[in-house]
Structures are given as C-alpha cells and as structure tokens.
C-alpha cells in the first residue's frame, strides 16, 4: 500500500481537485492520508507516507532521501498572493521587534529570514501555529501562508502587506517555488510501478483540475469569505508546472538559502523520472 499526502488547501486543488471529487480514479493501493503542510513535511521525512507536496525547504534539508516528481511544483511570479507579511510598521522599522512566523511552511519561514538578513534587520522570531490562534499580544509583523493569509488579507487588519514571491522577484527576477511533489527513494525502490501510477494520477487530475478553476473558486470562497471572482484571480497566479524557469528560480533559491547559513549544502535536484 502506497501512502499519498494530500492537502485541502485552495493553492492545492488545482492538482487535488479532480482526485477528491472522484473525478480521477487513484488505484486501490494508495490509501489518502490529509494533513496540513507542517505534518506532511514531518510524514514524509519520517516514511509515515510515501508520496506528498512538501515545502521545497523540506526538499532541500532531507533531499538524499526523496525523488521530485516532474512536473509538478507550487510557484508563482512576481506574486503568490497567500504567502503574506503583515505588519504595523515597515519591514525596515522592525529590528529587534517581535515577528511572528507561521509554523505551517519551512520555503516561507526562511525566506522570510534570508530577506531580512539581507536587509540586515534583526527581529526578534517567535513561532505560532493556526491551532493555536493568531497572537494578540501587540506584535510588530506575522507571517501567514494560504487559506489563512487569504482571509487575514481580506480583513484588512494590518497597515503593511508583503508577498513574499514579490520580494524574491524584485531581488532576482526569478518565479519562486513554495512546494514540490516527492516521493521517498526507500518508497521508489520498494513500490515503483505505485509510485508512477500515483505521479500519472496526479498529472492527470491537474489537467482536469485546470478546466474546473470557476467550480473551485464558486465552493472555496464560501468557506474563505472571499469572492468567487478573487479565489479565481487567486488561482490563474499561481503556477503549477515545475518548467525550466521555476527549476532555476528553485535552484537559485537553495543556493541563497545556504548563503544565509539555513541550509548546510546546497541540494541536487534528483528527479523520479
């Protein structure tokens, strides 16, 4: 039995939709396992799955033990829209204030940390999970990601807004990538012929997923508060094919990750197929 990791956010339907609607048949040996993106991260690192989209910093820390499935990813250029700053003050007013980071993406978390490096602002970094609820106690600045950041945004409760792919696209004019699709090598090995019939399922369910962008939008923005027309706007920014240019924006992102010292080596790309 192959173990498949699967979100529910809005920025993942695209790929999932099809899939959950029933719309894409998965073979009877892969068993759906859902969790936020921090516990996909951990499942995947742990062999509690076999196959899940995965914060591409995850990638980077644990990148000798997973294959990236080809095309597939979860970027965007010069906006993401759900990958958010917020904060009272601008970013420049924030050294040694409290900021607070979302525990839900590793890619935000440090790139959020490598920009105000390369600022040269030091805040001070707390982490919180949603369960927990957003800290009231008179923060400077919060990071949230998806669905969260989408309504916080709608809300219009903090003065100063970042898009964190904007920051990185003035910095290199590079598309920046959030997530990828991988799969273990121990689970590559043992269940190969699994393995490329979930990625040919996946595939599949993102090319029939891509037609019904008005239906997702019409069902997410009653549980966003959001309009349908701003979840549709929302999903034709994001992209969702790991091209060539999301591939060197990928790279170029590990290699200023280990710069900042977050990451001790920069990784290989190694592909499935």
Known sequence: ML??????YLNTLPVYYAIEKGLVKLPEDIEVVKGVPSELN???????????VVSAFEYAQNHKNYLILPKLCIGAEKE???VLFFSTVPMEELNGKEVFLTKASLTSKNLLIHLFKEMGIKPIYREFS???????NGYMGILLIGD????????GCLPFVYDLAGLWWQKTK???????WCTRKEAYMKQPDEVKRCWEALLESKKISRKLYPKIAEEKSRELGLTEKECLEYL???HFDLEKEYIEGLKAYFHQMHTSGLLNEVPELTFAY
Do not use: H, Q, W, Y
């Open 148 to 155: 969260d950041a989408l309504k916080v945004k709608k809300r």
């Open 236 to 238: 034709k920014t994001l």
């Open 42 to 52: 951990r499942m995947l690192s742990d062999g509690s799955i076999d196959v899940a």
């Open 80 to 82: 993401v829209k759900s």
């Open 174 to 180: 590079k598309p920046m990538v959030f997530a990828l």
């Open 3 to 8: 173990r498949l990791g699967i979100i529910s």
């Open 130 to 136: 949603m369960e927990e609820g957003i800290p009231n």
